[in-house]
C-alpha cells in the first residue's frame, strides 16, 4: 500500500551521534517538554474540530474531512466523536494533513 508517496524511514546507525539530541532525562515529562502534534491535540482534548486526511493509494478515501471533538490522542493516532452522528474515527496519524480548530488552540511548551 504504501508504493511510492512515502519514502522508507532511515535511522541513525548505533556510532552516529546525530539522536543524542532528542534523549530526555528519566522523570522528565514530555507533554509539556516536546511540541509534537499528539501532545498538542491531547492538550486540546474535547475541543471541536475539523480532520484532513489523506490517503493516497485508495481510490476510494483519497482525501477525507472528519469532523468531530477530539477524545483521545496518541503518537501514532487520533480519535474523535462525531456527537451528531453517533460515529466515532480512529485516524493513524501518518494520514492525517492538518487540524483545523474553532477555537483558540491550548499549546504549552
Do not use: C
Not at 11 to 29: E, H, K, L, M
Not at 70 to 87: F, M
Amino acid at each position: 500500500m504504501n508504493g511510492t508517496y512515502y519514502q522508507n524511514p532511515t535511522f541513525p546507525t548505533a556510532t552516529s551521534n546525530n539522536y543524542t539530541d532528542t534523549i530526555v532525562p528519566v522523570g522528565t515529562n514530555l507533554t509539556m517538554e516536546q511540541s509534537y502534534i499528539e501532545n498538542i491535540l491531547r492538550l486540546n482534548k474535547g475541543k471541536k474540530v475539523k480532520v484532513y486526511a489523506a490517503f493516497p493509494d485508495s481510490l476510494d478515501w483519497k482525501d477525507s474531512i472528519y469532523n468531530g471533538i477530539i477524545e483521545q490522542a496518541g503518537r501514532d493516532h487520533l480519535i474523535i466523536s462525531n456527537p451528531e452522528t453517533g460515529k466515532w474515527y480512529l485516524i493513524p496519524m501518518i494520514y492525517l494533513n492538518f487540524v483545523e480548530f474553532d477555537e483558540r488552540v491550548n499549546y504549552q511548551l
